[in-house]
C-alpha cells in the first residue's frame, strides 16, 4: 500500500524542469555534445526530472561568422539557465588582439568561480593508466594568468616585450578554499577516511601572490579541523602525483597550475576523453569534457563520448542531488568498461563515438528505469 | 676495430693540440644543503675519474650557497662565491633547501646563480633507464629547452587594492621578450640539429605555450620560435598548449625530441615528464649561455630523504657528466657513463629504494665510478662488446 501510494505522489507532483543551454562549439566538442544532450533526455524520459533543452552558439565557428566567439544572446540565455553543457571551443590561430576562448568568458560572466574535476581509475589496459586514484582537482576559475591583461612594450635592449598580469586575490582564495574543504569533508563521509585537502603552490617563484593564496587557505582550514592538510611545491606535486597518485584526495590550486594538473594526471585515469569539469556558480553550473578540438580526430566518429556524458550526469546530479544521476551513469560506463565491446580507440577499443554513446545510454536507460 | 687505437689517438691528439685547445678547467663545486651534500661527492667523483683518464684537469673550488648559508651569512649566494665562479668554466651545483615561505630577502640561490651568471638557457636531457619504476616508459629520449630568464621569475609583484571588492589583492607579471625568446628559439633548434640521428631519431621541434589564453606573451614566443625554425628549414617542428602537451607527455613521451618553452611551462614538463625516465633522483639540468657551464640535478631536498644517505646519486653525476661534455666535448665521456650505468641499473644490487632497490648513496655511487673508470680503460669498441654479448 505505502509504495503504492509513493508511486502514485511521485506521478502526481510537478516534474523538476530546469532550463539547460546546450553549448557544442567547434570540432569534437560538437561530435561528443549529441550523447551528453542524450544523457540528460534519458533522464527526462526515465526519472522525475525534467530539461528544457535550449541550443546555444559559442566557439570559432560562431566568431568566423559573428566576429564574437561568444554573443551576448548567448550569455543572456544562459544567464536565465540553473545549468549548461558546453562542448569544446577552438581557438583562431593567430588568435586577434584581446581574445580569450568562450568558456573563460563564460566562467567570468556566470559567476563560475570554481571548477571541479573528478578523476578515478577505471578498469581499462591503456599505458599510463593506474589503479586506486580517486581525486578531485578543486581549481580556481576567475583569475591568475586568465584575467585578460596583457601588454605590449618595447624596451631599449630587448626588443619587444609582452607583459602579462597574474591576479591572485583573498576573495577568490577563501572562496575556492571554502569549496575544496567542503568536498573533502563531503568525500570523508562516503570513503570512510578524514578528508584530506593539498594545496599546490608556486611560493618559491611568486612569493606575494602564492604567499596572499595560501595564507587565504589556511584561514579557511581553520574551520575544518578534521581535514588534514598539506602544502607541497608544484614542482613537486607534479612528480609526487604520478609517482603516487593514490595518496591524493582533493587538490587545491590557482587557475593556471589547476588546469596543468588535470590534464597531466588524465592518463592516468583513461586520458582527456574520460575527464570532465564542473564551473560551479552560486546561480549556474555549466559542465564539460575537458578535451579541446584535436583536429586529427576530427570528422572520424572515433572521439570518447565519455567526458561529455559524465558532465551531462554531473551536472544533473549538481541539480538534483538526491536523485544520485551520476552515480548511476558512473555504473553504466563501468558496465561498458568490463564489456570492452563498445571502448573507442583512445581507451583501448575500435568502436566509434556512436557504438560507444548507444551502448552507454542503452545501460543508462536500464539502471534508471530500475531505480525510478 | 678502429675504437682502441682511435681512443688512444683521441689522447694524443689533445695533448699535441694547439694551445688554444684547453685541458684545464676550473670547476665549482657548491653542495648546498640536505641530500645535496650527500650527492655532491659522487658528482666530483666523476670529475675525479675523467681528470684520471683523460688528458683534461679539472681544477675544483669548494663554494657556498644555500639556505644555510643565507642564515649565516644573509645571503643565499655570497658575494665570495659570484666573484670566484668568475674565473669558473664550470660549476656543480646540489640543491637547496628553500623553505615553502622563504622569509623577505631571501633568493632562491639557483635563481641567483642563474641571473648573476647569465644563463640563459637550461637544459634537461630526459632518457629512459632501464629500471622497473611504476611510472617509468622506455624509449624516452628528449631534452626539455627552459628559457631561464623570465616569464614568471622576474620577481615583479606588487600589492592592488584597488581592484574593488576582491580584498587583498596582488599583480605579479610574466615577462616575455622577443630578445630572449628568439635567443632560446635558436638554441633549442641548434641542439635539435646538433641531435640529428642521435639514436636514429628524427629531429623535430616542439614549442609548448599557452597563446590561447595569453596571446601576447605567449603568442610572441611563438612568433620568434617561427621566425627562428624558418634558418633551420631541415628541423621540422609543432607547437602546442601546455595543457594538452602535458597529457600529451604522459600518453605517449616518446614522440619527443627536443622541446622548448618559456621558464614556467618547461619548468612544469621536466618536473612531470621525470616520473617518466626513473624520478627526480635521474634528471639532470644544464643552465648555460655565458661563459658557465652551471649544472645541477633537478631534484631539491626532500625532507623525507634528509639523513637517510640513501638518495639517488645519478642525477648529480649526470650533472657533473654534462659538465665535462661541455667543456670538451670531444671526450665523448657521457657514452662511456651512461654505459656504466645501464649496465649498474640492470645489475641492480646497488640501487637506491627510488629505483626499487635498497642501495645506499655511497653505494651505488660506488659502483658507478668503479664501473664507469673501467669501462673508460676499455675503451669503446670493447665496451659494446661486453653490451653485445651480455
Not at chain 1, 570523508?188 to 593539498?198: E, L, N, Y
Not at chain 1, 587557475?255 to 564551473?279: A, R
Not at chain 2, 685541458?23 to 645535496?36: M, Q
Request: hydrophobic residues 40%; neutral net charge.
Amino acid at each position: 500500500f505505502f509504495s503504492m501510494m509513493k508511486r502514485l505522489s511521485t506521478l502526481l507532483s510537478k516534474p523538476v524542469v530546469h532550463r539547460i543551454g546546450v553549448i557544442p562549439g567547434d570540432g569534437l566538442g560538437a561530435e561528443v555534445m549529441p550523447w551528453a544532450k542524450a544523457v540528460m533526455q534519458t533522464i527526462d524520459a526515465y526519472a522525475p526530472v525534467s530539461y528544457e533543452l535550449i541550443d546555444l552558439e559559442a566557439g570559432l565557428g560562431t566568431y568566423q561568422k559573428h566576429g564574437t566567439a561568444i554573443p551576448d544572446e548567448t550569455l543572456n540565455e544562459l544567464k536565465k539557465c540553473q545549468g549548461s553543457l558546453f562542448g569544446a571551443a577552438a581557438t583562431p590561430s593567430p588568435p586577434p588582439f584581446g581574445y580569450l576562448p568562450p568558456v573563460v568568458e563564460m566562467r567570468t560572466k556566470l559567476g563560475l568561480y570554481a571548477n571541479l574535476r573528478p578523476m578515478q581509475s577505471v578498469p581499462i589496459d591503456v599505458l599510463g593508466t593506474r589503479g586506486n586514484v580517486d581525486i578531485v582537482v578543486v581549481r580556481e576559475n576567475t583569475e591568475c594568468l586568465y584575467v585578460g591583461k596583457e601588454k605590449l612594450a618595447t624596451s631599449a635592449g630587448s626588443g619587444k616585450l609582452a607583459i602579462a598580469e597574474r591576479h591572485i586575490s583573498e576573495k577568490a582564495s577563501k572562496a575556492i578554499a571554502k569549496v575544496a574543504f567542503d568536498l573533502a569533508v563531503e568525500r570523508s563521509k562516503k570513503r570512510m577516511q578524514p578528508g584530506h585537502v593539498t594545496i599546490v603552490h608556486k611560493a618559491n617563484v611568486l612569493r606575494l601572490s602564492e604567499g596572499l593564496f595560501l595564507e587565504s587557505c589556511q584561514e579557511v582550514a581553520k574551520n575544518y579541523p578534521d581535514v588534514v592538510v598539506d602544502v607541497t611545491l608544484l614542482d613537486s606535486f607534479m612528480y609526487k602525483s604520478m609517482a603516487h597518485p593514490s595518496e591524493y584526495d582533493v587538490v587545491l590550486s590557482t587557475n593556471t597550475w589547476g588546469n596543468i594538473i588535470s590534464n597531466g594526471m588524465s592518463p592516468m585515469v583513461g586520458g582527456l576523453g574520460m575527464v570532465h569539469g564542473i564551473n560551479l556558480g552560486d546561480d549556474h553550473v555549466m559542465a564539460e569534457p575537458i578535451h579541446g578540438t584535436p583536429a586529427h580526430l576530427e570528422g572520424k566518429d572515433i572521439a570518447n563520448p565519455l567526458a561529455a556524458m559524465r558532465a551531462a550526469a554531473g551536472l544533473a546530479e549538481r541539480l538534483s542531488p538526491e536523485y544520485h544521476f551520476g552515480e548511476i551513469l558512473e555504473r553504466a560506463i563501468l558496465e561498458v568498461l568490463k564489456e570492452s565491446t563498445h571502448l573507442t580507440r583512445d581507451i583501448g577499443g575500435t568502436a566509434s563515438t556512436h557504438q560507444c554513446g548507444e551502448e552507454t545510454i542503452r545501460h543508462f536507460k536500464t539502471l534508471l528505469s530500475q531505480q525510478y | 676495430f678502429f675504437s682502441a687505437p682511435f681512443f688512444a689517438m683521441k689522447k694524443l691528439s689533445l695533448l699535441l693540440a694547439p694551445k688554444a685547445l684547453r685541458t684545464s678547467f676550473n670547476v665549482a663545486i657548491i653542495p648546498g644543503d640536505g641530500i645535496g651534500k650527500d650527492v655532491v661527492p659522487w658528482g666530483k667523483r666523476v670529475l675525479d675519474v675523467i681528470q684520471d683518464k683523460t688528458p683534461v684537469t679539472f681544477d675544483t673550488v669548494d663554494l657556498e650557497a644555500g639556505y644555510a648559508t643565507f642564515q649565516s651569512t644573509g645571503k643565499s649566494v655570497p658575494d665570495e662565491t659570484i666573484t670566484k665562479l668568475k674565473s669558473c668554466d664550470g660549476a656543480l651545483f646540489g640543491a637547496a633547501a628553500t623553505p615553502t615561505q622563504p622569509p623577505a630577502g631571501y633568493v632562491p640561490p639557483i635563481f641567483e646563480l642563474r641571473q648573476k651568471c647569465k644563463l640563459y638557457a637550461n637544459v634537461r636531457p630526459m632518457v629512459s633507464a632501464p629500471v622497473d619504476t611504476k611510472s617509468g616508459r622506455s624509449n624516452v629520449d628528449m631534452v626539455v629547452v627552459r628559457e631561464n630568464t623570465e616569464c614568471l621569475y622576474v620577481g615583479k609583484e606588487r600589492y592592488a587594492n584597488e581592484i574593488m571588492g576582491k580584498g587583498k589583492v596582488v599583480v605579479s607579471e610574466r615577462h616575455i621578450s622577443e630578445k630572449a625568446s628568439l635567443r632560446i628559439a635558436r638554441f633549442a633548434f641548434t641542439l635539435a640539429r646538433r641531435r640529428r640521428g642521435h639514436k636514429s631519431r628524427p629531429p623535430h621541434v616542439t614549442i609548448v605555450h599557452k597563446a590561447n589564453i595569453l596571446g601576447m606573451t605567449d603568442g610572441l614566443f611563438l612568433e620568434c620560435c617561427k621566425e627562428v625554425a624558418k634558418e633551420f628549414p631541415d628541423v621540422p617542428y609543432d607547437d602546442q598548449l601546455i595543457d594538452g602537451f602535458m597529457y600529451k607527455l604522459t600518453h605517449r613521451p616518446t614522440q619527443y625530441d627536443v622541446v622548448v618553452a618559456p621558464n614556467t611551462w618547461a619548468n612544469i614538463i621536466s618536473n612531470g615528464g621525470a616520473p617518466l625516465v626513473g624520478g627526480l633522483g635521474m634528471v639532470a639540468a644544464m643552465n648555460e649561455g655565458g661563459t658557465l657551464m652551471l649544472a645541477e640535478p633537478v631534484h631539491g631536498t626532500p625532507p623525507h630523504l634528509e639523513g637517510t644517505k640513501k638518495s639517488n646519486p645519478i642525477a648529480t653525476m649526470r650533472a657533473a657528466v654534462l659538465i665535462a661534455q661541455g667543456l670538451a666535448p670531444t671526450l665523448g665521456v657521457d657514452y662511456y657513463f651512461e654505459k656504466a650505468l645501464e649496465q649498474i641499473l640492470r645489475e641492480g644490487t646497488s640501487i637506491t629504494p627510488d629505483l626499487g632497490g635498497t642501495g645506499t648513496t655511497d653505494e651505488l655511487g660506488s659502483a658507478l665510478i668503479e664501473r664507469f673508470a673501467a669501462l673508460m680503460d676499455l675503451g669503446s669498441e670493447e665496451t659494446e662488446h661486453v653490451f653485445r654479448d651480455g
